[in-house]
Each structure stands twice: as C-alpha cells, then as structure tokens.
C-alpha cells in the first residue's frame, strides 16, 4: 500500500518560513504530478502548487512568488518552501499524486492525512 506522510508544519508568525514535506512509501513503480493542496478554516480544499515528474510547476495566484514547490524523484518526496507568510496561508496542508504506478496499475487520487500551518498575526 502507498502511503503519503507529510511533515513539517507547524506555527509561524506572518512574515516567517516554513518548509513541508511529503514522502511516499511502498511498493511502486512512479508518480506522475505531485502537489500540495490547502484547506483553511471552514472553507473547501484548493490548490497551492503541483509539480510533474520532469518538474514543470504550477502555482495558485495567492501564492506565486512567495512558494516554490520542488521534488526529489529519488526519494519519492516533494518539497513545499513557504515564504512570507500570510495569516491567510494557515490551512491544513495535504499532499496529493494524481497517479501512482503500482504493479502496472495506476492507483489514482492519493493524499497524505494532512499538517497543519498555523500563521499568526
């Protein structure tokens, strides 16, 4: 079984950094796009940033310039580097693959249990 096990959240004041991470384990062939995904209080999960296996990236508009997503394909990890923090960034952050190659088959939709990033004012 494929598992994504984020880390690095936490409590910032806004102004300040933080870096998440998302590992994957089990028994897998490759993933295609990664990506980090945001949920704030009482409201939908959206989009941060995603990343394909050959690093193209794509961003959210509240977030460009201040993220950057990167991936080390040999460890199965993505990487989500947080500047300039907002009290609007605190959220719970998730980490999904799109796809994931297991035994010839794609196992599709996979997310972490999610860290949470606390900004305060």
């Known amino acids: 079984q494929v598992q994504l096990v984020e880390s690095g959240g936490g409590l910032v004041q806004a102004g300040g950094s933080l870096r998440l991470s998302c590992a994957a384990s089990g028994s897998f062939s490759s993933i295609n796009v990664m990506g980090w995904y945001r949920q704030p209080p009482g409201k939908q999960r959206e989009l941060v940033a995603t990343i394909t296996s050959r690093g193209s990236t794509n961003y959210a508009d509240s977030v460009k310039g201040r993220f950057t997503i990167s991936r080390d394909n040999a460890k199965n990890t993505v990487y989500l580097q947080m500047n300039s923090l907002e009290p609007q960034d605190t959220a719970v952050y998730y980490c999904?693959?799109?796809?994931?190659?297991?035994?010839?088959?794609?196992?599709?939709?996979?997310w972490g249990q999610g860290t949470q990033v606390t900004v305060s004012s």
């Open positions: 999904n693959a799109d796809r994931i190659l297991v035994r010839f088959q794609w196992q599709y939709n996979n």
